[in-house]
Structure formats: structure tokens, C-alpha cells
């Protein structure tokens, strides 16, 4: 789609308005943000436009598409496969050597481990190897209940940081203030940046990772946005 307008606006619903029209999703709804922080950062988004629409350049636009539209008419089976993360942590399951490895997994990983232990009362089996092994029924069903609290916009936003942590536990320790977004990403990199360190970093796992860490911080941003 081409540029068209000329202004952007936000009207006093939250609505981000092009020379006065009401954006809408793609499925026609209307584009109305829940706070004036989402909806200055996404107006932002359209003004940035030069002549043509690029969806890759407007994530928070598209994770406000996917609350309006996939996720708030029905929340719980959204919530249910991002709570299924939890079954797989990445935090869960460790490497055997070297010992530095070994070493930085557990400086990196545990904490976040205890303050979900502490803050869920639940416990988690720690696996070495890749062999799945089952987290405890009632710890699954804690952290899914705690999903499932999360109203549309915020599973929106932490639908990304979960797939691409592989941490279930990172994303809900970052939602509720527990680690800075900083923290977690070093968390989430802990075992590429060992490989890297150890053999050199290759161009397109560089490039891979730079994509997705462009895609995190804008979920940061989108979760950041909704406390005002």
C-alpha cells in the first residue's frame, strides 16, 4: 500500500486516525489502542511511513493487529499454547560440559528459575541433555494459570519473547519487572554466545540474530507501552 495521508493523529478512544480516517486491522477493525503510550508508539509507526507500507517496519502495529483480532475474541486457547512453552523450558535443560558452560547456564539460569519457584510455589525438574523430560503437572498448570491472567495485549506481547527465548519463565519474569529486557536476552543467548566465543561468529547466524533481537525489543516496547 502507498502513502496517502498526510497526518496522523489519535483520537480520544485511542484510535490512530490517517488525515481523520480510523485505522483499521486487516480484517476491518477498528485500530484502537488501550493506552496513550501504545497509541502515541504506534501513530509513531505510521508516521515514519516514506512512500510505502512495509508490515516488517511496523511491529507494534502488527501485535496490535493480533490482539484485536486473533487473540481477544478468544484468549484461552492463545494463552494454552504459550503456557505449553512451559512443558520445554529452555531454562530446564542444561548442558553436561564443559564446565564453563555449564557454569554460565547455571549463573544465567537459575535465578530466574527461583524467583518463578518462589513467586509460583512450584518446582522444576532440571534435565541434562535434550531428552525431554515432564515438568510436574501442577507446576504446568500454575504457569498456565498465571498466562491465562494476561489480558489480550499483553499475550500479544509476549507471544514473540516466549518463542523466541524458548523461556516461558523469562517472559513472565520480564512481564512482571523481575529481569530487565537485557537480562533476559543474555539468558536466552547464553548457549549461541558460548558457540560464538568458542569457534567465531558466522555472518548469517550474526544477521538471524540481530532480525530477532529487533523483533524482542519491539514485544518490549509494545509491554512497556501498555503500563501507560
Known amino acids: 500500500m502507498k502513502r496517502f495521508w498526510t497526518d496522523v493523529t489519535i483520537d480520544a478512544e485511542g484510535g490512530v486516525r490517517l488525515d481523520g480516517r ?12 488501550p ?16 512512500e510505502t507500507v512495509d508490515p516488517r517496519a511496523m511491529r507494534l502495529t502488527g501485535l496490535a493487529n493480533a490482539a484485536i483480532e486473533r487473540i481477544a475474541p478468544d484468549p484461552a486457547p492463545f494463552a494454552a499454547g504459550l503456557a505449553a512453552y512451559g512443558a520445554n523450558d529452555l531454562l530446564c535443560y542444561r548442558a553436561d560440559a564443559p564446565p564453563a558452560l555449564v557454569a554460565r547456564q547455571a549463573a544465567l539460569w537459575d535465578p530466574p528459575l527461583e524467583w518463578a519457584r518462589a513467586g509460583y510455589d512450584v518446582h ?9 523430560q515432564s515438568q510436574p503437572p501442577a507446576t504446568l498448570a500454575r504457569l498456565e494459570e498465571a498466562v491465562r491472567s494476561l489480558d489480550a495485549w499483553r499475550l500479544a506481547a509476549l507471544s ?21 529486557p ?3 536476552w543474555q ?12 569457534w567465531g561468529q558466522d555472518p548469517l547466524a550474526a544477521a538471524t540474530t540481530a532480525a530477532h533481537r529487533a523483533e524482542f525489543d519491539a514485544a518490549v516496547r509494545f509491554l512497556t507501552a501498555l503500563a501507560g
Open 35 to 50: 493506552t496513550p503510550s501504545l497509541a502515541e508508539a504506534v501513530a509513531t509507526e505510521w508516521r515514519a511511513v516514506e
Open 22 to 33: 480510523l485505522v483499521r486491522t486487516p480484517g476491518r477493525l477498528p485500530l484502537v489502542l
Open 182 to 184: 537485557d537480562a533476559v
Open 124 to 132: 522444576f525438574t532440571i534435565v541434562t541433555g535434550i531428552l525431554h
Open 160 to 180: 514473540p519473547i516466549v518463542t523466541l527465548t524458548g523461556s516461558l519463565v523469562l517472559a513472565l519474569a520480564l512481564a512482571e519487572g523481575a529481569m530487565t
Open 187 to 198: 539468558a536466552a543467548e547464553a548457549d549461541a554466545d558460548w558457540q560464538a566465543e568458542q
